[in-house]
């Protein structure tokens, strides 16, 4: 029988910031003994996602009709077009295994580098009624997409583990999410495969609908950046719709899905005690699996908030260099220290964004099941409609 492909697993754990040591994937073991090979290096998957991302940056610049007629470009951002220029390169043709650890650098290293230094670009003082709004939306969401699957589950007669893991990937972060709670409930391999493959097929429709409902709806940056950031599944996905909307949504949009990626452990904790509670109810036993908490936690967020706290305390100022003479021209040259992080920041993003696209195969998604799409389909259209009514309602 042939095992279950876990690369999802693997690549989206990195995604959201945590490490190979939060959760272990189940890997087939080779039937016979296999010579060692000379280890890759990441250079050449870096080095194919910055030619993504250079193509990527030239199209966003092009004058496209109609937008030319007002002067400026196509509001198509180079993050997204990095990730369907790598998705067309990856369906396309079979690229070599020697750039995969590349992309799993660009990914793994260079997302969240790219979130610390986005936090240059913020001031508390400006964003504490969006955190603040954000936060309550986020636990709100939270709570309603797991009831809502907790009565999909029964509705539909899916099976109760597959449910719970729809539920969290739904609510929290995708992938993430799913495989971190999977060893604490004892879930079956078929169901992982199923749900991460679910919430990652729904988060990439998302991500390509909600800017254009967005601009449909004429929705102000903030606005989306809410939505976005509750509604979108995973991190780079989140990130995409918001820079793709206007720089505002996705700084807006990054702060809200930091705040639900924040909820995972707590939420995964939680899990784990009433599962245990629930097997020691039914066997009069209870062998919960163990898990480092302390890892759920991304280790970027904590430098997103620091870069942040350094902008609103003054301490990421504008300085001007005065040369006088030399090999540049003698005049005052201004260096502003917030602007380069951001521009950075962007490059960082966009190749990460191409690595996503590179990873992306389109085969991997066909293991999702009819009743667990339909049930997560639901759920998502349920919970964006509420998050968008609360958002209209309170005229954000």
């Not at 693997?10 to 190979?20: A, Q």
């Not at 995973?234 to 996705?250: D, K, L, M, N, R």
């Not at 191409?354 to 009743?371: F, I, P, Y």
Request: hydrophobic share 55%.
């Amino acid at each position: 029988m042939s095992q279950p492909d876990y690369s999802w697993a693997e690549y989206l754990d990195y995604m959201e910031g945590g490490g190979s040591d939060v959760v272990s994937v189940p890997a087939a073991k080779p039937a016979v003994a296999v010579p060692a090979v000379k280890k890759a290096q990441p250079i050449w998957g870096v080095m194919l996602a910055l030619g993504v991302t250079l193509l990527a940056i030239w199209i966003s610049e092009l004058k496209v009709a109609p937008f030319t007629l007002a002067g400026g470009r196509h509001p198509i951002e180079p993050v997204m077009l990095a990730i369907v220029l790598g998705m067309l390169l990856s369906n396309c043709w079979a690229l070599p295994k020697t750039i995969q650890p590349g992309l799993k650098f660009s990914v793994k290293k260079l997302l969240p580098l790219g979130i610390v230094l986005l936090g240059a670009r913020l001031n508390f003082q400006d964003l504490v009624k969006v955190g603040a709004q954000g936060l309550v939306l986020s636990l709100l969401e939270t709570l309603v997409a797991l009831l809502l699957f907790i009565l999909l589950t029964r509705l539909m007669k899916l099976p109760q583990k597959l449910g719970i893991l729809l539920g969290i990937g739904t609510a929290i972060c995708g992938g993430t999410a799913i495989v971190a709670t999977a060893p604490v409930i004892e879930a079956e391999e078929k169901d992982v495969v199923f749900s991460v493959a679910t919430v990652t097929l729904l988060g990439l429709i998302a991500m390509f609908a909600l800017p254009i409902i967005g601009h449909f709806l004429n929705l102000s940056s903030k606005a989306f950046g809410i939505w976005a950031g509750l509604s979108i599944h995973q991190t780079p996905q989140v990130i995409a719709a918001g820079f793709a909307y206007s720089a505002e949504a996705g700084q807006t949009a990054t702060i809200v899905k930091l705040a639900r990626v924040c909820l995972l452990a707590p939420v995964v904790f939680v899990t784990g005690v009433i599962y245990a509670r629930s097997k020691l109810a039914k066997t009069g036993t209870t062998e919960p699996k163990r898990i480092n908490y302390f890892h759920l936690f991304p280790m970027f967020v904590l430098g997103f908030l620091a870069l942040a706290l350094m902008k609103t305390l003054g301490l990421l100022p504008d300085l001007t260099m005065h040369v006088t003479q030399g090999v540049f021209k003698a005049g005052d040259y201004n260096l502003k220290l917030a602007g380069m992080a951001e521009q950075i920041s962007k490059l960082c993003i966009t190749i990460s964004m191409a690595g996503v696209g590179l990873e992306t195969k389109l085969a991997s998604m066909r293991q999702t099941g009819l009743k667990p799409f339909v049930a997560s389909l639901a759920a998502v259209l349920v919970v964006a409609s509420l998050i968008l009514i609360l958002i209209r309602t309170l005229n954000i």
